[in-house]
């Protein structure tokens, strides 16, 4: 999550965006495995509740909520995204939806958000660099504390 929202501030993205990807995964530490070892299945709604709830920028729980429908779209629009995809993200999306139906698609591109969607599964996929040096999450408390 750290390295998605560095992506994103390496690219100059507005901090709404940064803090999307900074706590996009955050549903997966609030619930129990129910992936057979890969996580949270419903970890995008999990965490959108649970930012919600705190207060958070609606703007922010919204892209939160809406980064496992970037996924299943980027795959149902080119099968190369799901061939790049990693072989949890690939059992992952098994128990996400898998791919969207014709009107899933429609919705999402017409969703007012949907190019701020797609960044940040974007930048998801660009963090995933194993031993890489990331900053201390509390880098990121003035920037969580400004949304709240």
């Given amino acids: 999550m750290i390295q998605c929202a560095i992506e ?6 507005p901090e709404f965006i940064v803090l999307a ?3 996009h995964d955050i549903g997966h530490l609030l619930g129990n495995d ?4 890969l996580g949270v299945k419903d970890h995008d709604l999990l965490a959108y509740y649970y930012l919600n709830e705190l ?3 609606q703007r922010v729980c919204y892209l939160v ?3 496992v429908d970037a996924k ?9 995204n799901y061939h790049n995809l990693s072989y949890a993200s690939k ?5 996400q939806g898998n791919l969207m139906s014709d009107n899933e698609l429609i919705e999402m591109e017409q969703d007012d958000e949907f190019l701020n969607i797609l960044k940040v599964r974007k930048y998801d996929d660009m963090g995933k660099e194993k031993n890489k040096e990331i900053p201390n999450i509390e880098t990121f408390i003035p920037l969580i504390k400004k949304y709240l």
Avoid: W
């Fill in 72 to 80: 299943r779209y980027l795959v149902t629009i080119d099968s190369m």
């Fill in 55 to 57: 207060g958070m920028n």
């Fill in 34 to 37: 129910d992936m057979n070892g």
């Fill in 91 to 95: 059992k992952t999306l098994e128990y």
């Fill in 8 to 13: 994103a501030q390496n690219n100059n993205e």
């Fill in 21 to 23: 990807c900074l706590l």
């Fill in 65 to 67: 909520k809406k980064h």
